[in-house]
């Protein structure tokens, strides 16, 4: 089973700052294999970023993704209220189960 | 392009229950759909997923013998059931289509509470 971390758990920023948020993987995967989503309080989960760097339908381009192997990164720059979310890594690379990453909350400052 | 799911539920332990999760607005039998559990406060756990189209159904690890997945094509409904729940299946529980890998359009989720 592929592991999926993420870090930090919580990251506080201000509207306008940048975010990164890590996740690291416990092998080497395809960047084709590797998304992102956002989940608000209360909502379900929702795409942002499938092959670790592209935008899902009606994601703004503030959102972008990168990483390659075992690392990989979510950067939102210019951080808007409604972005103040939770934030999780998923692979499928690998047989079941299609793992999570275990979250990053990206909260106001 | 939608996935509504059933309303909140409250069981006893020891009860069964047996979830549905409605697809429109696209062909239910050719992708797959996933369950995922959200355990209160906590993150994103993947179940599995299972293919309308002939039923073919993968399990996680931590859901195998759990619960069982199951479809209704003429009717494009996913099942989420288990047989004899326990406090620890208090969750909130979403399906999903999976698109070649990602989850691309999610259910509003099910809360179930299982409490003595």
């Known amino acids: 089973e592929i592991v999926l971390t993420q870090s930090p758990g919580t990251l506080s920023l201000s509207p306008g700052e940048r975010a990164t948020l890590s996740c690291r993987a416990s092998q080497s995967i395809s960047s084709t294999y590797l998304v992102w989503y956002q989940q608000k309080p209360g909502q379900a989960p929702r795409l942002l970023i499938y092959g670790a760097s592209s935008r899902a339908t009606g994601i703004p381009d503030r959102f972008s993704g990168s990483g390659s192997g075992t690392d990989f990164t979510l950067t939102i720059n210019r951080l808007e209220p409604e972005d103040f979310a939770v934030y999780y890594c998923q692979q499928f690379a690998s047989a079941p189960p299609r793992t999570f990453g275990q979250g990053t909350k990206v909260e106001i400052k | 392009e939608q996935l509504v799911q059933s309303g909140a539920e409250v069981k006893k332990p020891g009860d069964s229950l047996k979830i549905s999760c409605k697809a429109s607005?696209?062909?239910?039998?050719?992708?797959?759909i996933g369950w995922v559990r959200q355990m209160p406060g906590k993150g994103l756990e993947w179940m599995g997923i299972i293919y309308p189209g002939d039923s073919d159904t993968r399990y996680g690890p931590s859901f195998q013998g759990q619960v069982t997945f199951s479809v209704d094509k003429s009717i494009s409904t996913a099942y989420l059931q288990w047989s004899s729940l326990k406090a620890s299946d208090t969750a909130i529980y979403y399906c999903a289509r999976e698109q070649g890998g990602p989850f691309d359009v999610w259910g509003q989720g099910t809360t179930v509470t299982v409490s003595s």
């Open positions: 607005g696209y062909n239910f039998a050719g992708y797959w």
